[in-house]
């Protein structure tokens, strides 16, 4: 279990009426304003605007949907009145991101500005000592209680290569300033750090103080800070686990916050992922191992149980294994991922073992005294039974509106999840965000449709939220080429070697005409290793780096070894259209292999456009093309990132030419000026800034 159980902060106390935020941003961001004579920053009218709506709904605990293009400067047009309304009323700004290097940005760049802009201005003073804490998942904490647990039972727990690691965790402990799995160097072994972290149920307030337990220390951060910088997976991960004040509260997580979504573009996608239910193979087996591990002879039963409650496990563990084999075979047998379509598809013969172990886990807690062994044990049984749930609801299918389906995945595939999903994710954002008597702001470079918000409106469930499009202030006219490639074969899979063949010839061509660095997106990760293979020739005969996601590096790795080349070539999919943010030469030119449409056979993609079919929409109309249009507008916004940033748009799709759908495409390029070329005029056409 991720986040916090119990009530992090008091109620907020009345609100101090002597400030109006709306006027005093207004005053901020206005021409010759505070802000651009405490700062030298330039006036943006984009941003002015956009900080006022956003102060407006924060003083009026509101809800404001607003597109900002790139070069508003959206994180100071939320911050700036975020930190003022939060110190002067004595309430929590959360701020939710989707990549790690926006949450950076925000802490160690835009946060620090706000805190000089205060300390500058003597009317901004009161607002300078504002606090700050980042939220994390607490499996990434260290808990002293769960540590001295471990350490006491090291001998029935652990082998001995296992109580080596649990002896460095604790040399690490002594010296470690904040807990963080991350700071751990080399990495714990996971099934030791799976004994000591906070996410076990030993670590609790009964149990732990911030003197003794790292999560409990940064929980006391969080509680005082008035900007709390999480993420979105994180978010909706404690929303989907009901945590958040109770309802007839004010507030989306502690009582009296009020949230800024940015990069809210993938709020829908990643509140689906985090909504329904993931049960793995993996998982299951890795919480009954904690209880008993035959082979080791090792786990909580062998020092709190007897041979009764160890075969219990081992029974559920045959069953387990016995189960997730069926589920393969029913429905893995020639693809990676199915969809479920009729309940009672797999015989539920995980549920007795199941249920039996975890009668047992109740009466070897009721043997144990109060305590965190006791509180170990209890959990585990609470998820067991947790599981045993989800199972049996993936079988019968009785959650109506969701998508159900199954996927092989890990090393070797030998993982198999069970997966569920909500069709429309609508109901619970408008329940869990909108419905909550407090401000919520949604923000990102691409929400609008046709200048419209009307569709991400209906898909976050902000009816009653207002609406604001503002344009970016960048001379993309001037700083900006684009090039469609008129002659690129149609995606094709029986033409799969011919379709990889031109696009490496393609993208070397473009990308060796650029002095700078250019990033490729793919929508396949096939086509994207298959033309990595063909460009590393030519990249080592031209003595240019090639980079390549998910095998030369993390995302953060490959961004920063890219812009530090100056010209390298980075070919990504996915996470790499959006969020990917490097300023000037090193990042010369975008090149998009296909256009961005959803893999039609997913099973949540195949439910949603069953569902449109069924109400009378055409699916594509109604929900590929808009996504894809969305993704088209993230992956082109790569190029420009300040005003001084010039390169080239390259779009290898014949699609936007030659398909009625290629128009709307186009009609969202920054500027409506491009040139056609093919393979046959490259050399004369193609000419890049």
């Known amino acids: 279990m991720i986040g916090f159980k119990d009530s992090m902060r008091t109620p907020p106390e009345e609100p101090t009426p002597e400030v109006d935020v709306p006027a005093l941003t207004e005053r901020i961001f206005a021409n010759e304003g505070l802000l651009q004579s405490a700062l030298g920053l330039a006036h943006r009218r984009q941003q002015a605007d956009m900080s006022l709506q956003v102060a407006q709904a924060f003083a009026g605990n509101g809800s404001l949907l607003c597109e900002a293009g790139t070069g508003v400067g959206k994180s100071l047009a939320y911050l700036i009145p975020g930190i003022i309304h939060a110190v002067a009323h004595r309430r929590q700004c959360l701020v939710s991101t989707h990549t790690i290097s926006l949450q950076e940005q925000v802490m160690h760049k835009d946060l620090m500005l706000c805190r000089k802009l205060f300390n500058t201005v003597e009317e901004l003073r009161p607002y300078a000592g504002f606090?700050?804490?980042m939220l994390i998942g607490r499996g990434n904490y260290l808990c002293g209680t769960r540590l001295q647990e471990a350490l006491r039972s090291k001998l029935d727990l652990f082998p001995g290569p296992e109580q080596k690691e649990l002896e460095r965790i604790e040399r690490w402990a002594r010296t470690t300033q904040n807990g963080r799995v991350q700071e751990l160097n080399p990495p714990p072994l996971p099934e030791v750090w799976e004994w000591v972290n906070a996410e076990g149920h030993a670590c609790s307030s009964k149990h732990c103080t911030p003197e003794n337990c790292f999560y409990r220390r940064a929980r006391q951060e969080v509680a005082k800070a008035q900007v709390v910088i999480v993420n979105h997976s994180l978010l909706f991960a404690l929303i989907g686990a009901g945590f958040g004040p109770s309802s007839d509260k004010q507030g989306v997580l502690h009582a009296g916050d009020f949230v800024v979504l940015d990069e809210a573009h993938t709020v829908p996608a990643v509140a689906t992922e985090n909504l329904g239910e993931h049960i793995s193979s993996y998982a299951l087996n890795r919480l009954l191992l904690r209880l008993y591990h035959p082979k080791r002879r090792k786990g909580l039963m062998t020092y709190y149980g007897d041979r009764y409650d160890q075969k219990a496990v081992v029974e559920a563990l045959e069953a387990t294994s016995l189960f997730f084999d069926a589920v393969a075979d029913a429905l893995l047998t020639e693809q990676d991922t199915a969809r479920i379509h009729?309940?009672?598809?797999?015989?539920?013969?995980?549920?007795?073992p199941l249920t039996a172990l975890a009668q047992r886990l109740g009466d070897v807690c009721n043997k144990l005294e109060e305590g965190p062994a006791r509180d170990e044990v209890k959990g585990l049984r609470t998820s067991l039974i947790a599981y045993n749930g989800a199972i049996n609801t993936c079988i019968s299918m009785s959650e109506e509106a969701f998508v159900y389906w199954a996927e092989r995945g890990g090393r070797g595939k030998s993982i198999i999840t069970l997966r569920t999903a909500p069709l429309d994710v609508a109901p619970a954002l408008k329940e869990h965000l909108f419905n909550r008597q407090t401000a919520v702001v949604m923000t990102s470079a691409t929400l609008a449709d046709n200048s419209k918000l009307e569709g991400f409106r209906h898909k976050v469930g902000a009816y009653g939220a207002e609406g604001l499009v503002e344009d970016s202030p960048f001379d993309y006219e001037n700083k900006t080429r684009v090039f469609v490639a008129a002659d690129a074969p149609m995606p094709d899979a029986e033409n799969q070697r011919l379709n990889i063949d031109w696009l490496?010839?393609?993208?070397?061509?473009?990308?060796?005409?650029?002095?700078?660095?250019?990033?490729?997106?793919?929508?396949s990760y096939s086509d994207m290793n298959a033309v990595a293979d063909v460009l590393e020739v030519v990249c080592d005969r031209a003595e240019r780096r090639l980079l390549v996601q998910g095998r030369d590096g993390s995302r953060t790795d490959l961004r920063n070894r890219f812009a530090k080349a100056g010209n390298g070539i980075l070919l990504g999919t996915d996470s790499f259209w959006t969020g990917v943010d490097v300023p000037g030469k090193a990042l010369s030119q975008v090149i998009i292999t296909r256009l961005p449409f959803e893999n039609p056979s997913h099973p949540i993609v195949q439910a949603r456009c069953e569902w449109h079919s069924a109400h009378g929409h055409n699916p594509f109309i109604a929900l590929t093309l808009p996504e894809a249009i969305i993704q088209f507008r993230q992956g082109v916004g790569r190029l420009i990132r300040t005003h001084e940033d010039k390169g080239t748009?390259?779009?290898?799709?014949?699609?936007?030419?030659?398909?009625?759908?290629?128009?709307?495409f186009l009609a969202v390029l920054p500027h409506p000026s491009y040139t056609v070329f093919s393979k046959i005029d490259r050399n004369y056409r193609f000419r890049p800034l």
């Open 131 to 133: 606090e700050t804490a």
């Open 649 to 664: 748009i390259t779009l290898l799709d014949s699609r936007l030419l030659n398909k009625p759908y290629g128009r709307q």
């Open 504 to 523: 490496a010839d393609m993208i070397a061509y473009c990308a060796l005409k650029v002095d700078g660095g250019t990033l490729v997106l793919f929508t």
């Open 342 to 352: 009729n309940a009672d598809w797999v015989a539920p013969i995980l549920h007795g």
